[in-house]
């Protein structure tokens, strides 16, 4: 927290030019750390040391650009100055500007290039750069696909605890990709990643013990871990749960609640599933009427039970 002599010092330092308490005033100020938390006040100091080359200051005014705080949205200017800071060897912006070569967000899209961001930023020990790198090995994407590859970077991130690259070193041991298939070593992974509130990694858990692929059938650990990710608004996970409340557990009111917030995430077959739900007022008062708008919304992204009943009813 800055002390009222703190804020002074920097201010004073900042009005004279340093670059480096220009950028400590601008996180300040971004933080409310001993001042009134101000976006304007931020990027103006942000900014004052970024055109001084200071790479840190280059990276924040970047993604000030990028998420149009204190400033409007403007993807290319984001661009040029993460591309300030990365060629000075920023880590984070390093692995910035890969993820926007790979979205094509402000710059054209370009897998290569986003590659060789990911690079430089992995090789800097960047976790998320690691598991980025590792995903593109084993996916072919800006690179010929090579497995070993993929999962020395996912295993140097996961051993480092990024919870993303634990889960995706999981999913390869589970899916036999490139490695020999290990379900103990993908539960592994996944375990590691799932304590540390990665909702992908509890969903796939969920899945494991509910199917009881490498472990016993559990569904009670499957309804912990599914319950984890879709309080975190998992739509698959808040589907899943739906389908073992409406089919083992027969609890309809809880498959209803969970039903809804997966279809109002888009999830078709939860759409649907609502729908069948309030048609036949299991757990719920009937509601044909709202049972139609939900087996329409399901029909529309190509579900064809949706469109039957939905004929069904329609015509009757």
Aim: proline share 1%.
């Amino acid at each position: 927290m800055g002390t009222n002599a703190e804020l002074k010092l920097y201010k004073t330092l900042a009005e004279t030019g340093d670059a480096s308490a220009q950028n400590r005033l601008g996180l300040m100020y971004q933080d409310g750390d001993g001042v009134t938390q101000d976006d304007a006040e931020a990027v103006k100091w942000f900014l004052k040391a970024a055109e001084q080359g200071h790479a840190d200051a280059q990276y924040n005014i970047g993604g000030r650009y990028q998420a149009g705080k204190g400033m409007p949205h403007n993807d290319a200017e984001a661009v040029t100055w993460f591309l300030k800071a990365a060629e000075q060897g920023h880590v984070n912006a390093q692995n910035q500007l890969g993820v926007i070569y790979q979205n094509g967000k402000g710059i054209p899209q370009d897998d290569a290039e986003a590659v060789k961001w990911f690079t430089k930023a992995a090789e800097q020990d960047h976790t998320e750069a690691q598991n980025n790198l590792g995903l593109c090995y084993q996916t072919g994407r800006g690179i010929e696909k090579d497995f070993d590859e993929a999962r020395r970077w996912l295993r140097q991130a996961a051993e480092h605890d990024n919870t993303n690259a634990q889960n995706n070193l999981g999913l390869m041991y589970q899916n036999g990709e490139g490695v020999d298939q290990d379900y103990a070593e993908a539960i592994k992974w996944f375990v590691k990643a799932a304590e540390q509130g990665n909702l992908d990694a509890q969903y796939n858990l969920g899945c494991i013990y509910r199917d009881g692929k490498g472990v016993s059938m559990h569904y009670a650990t499957a309804i912990k871990w599914f319950t984890k990710a879709a309080e975190q608004g998992h739509a698959l996970a808040q589907h899943n749960l739906g389908l073992m409340y409406s089919s083992g557990l027969q609890d309809y009111a809880e498959a209803a609640r969970w039903f809804l917030k997966a279809a109002e995430q888009g999830i078709a077959d939860a759409q649907f599933n609502f729908g069948v739900i309030l048609e036949e007022g299991r757990g719920v008062k009937k509601d044909p009427a709202s049972a139609e708008v939900w087996y329409g919304e399901a029909a529309e992204q190509g579900h064809e039970e949706a469109k039957k009943r939905l004929e069904k009813m329609q015509n009757s």
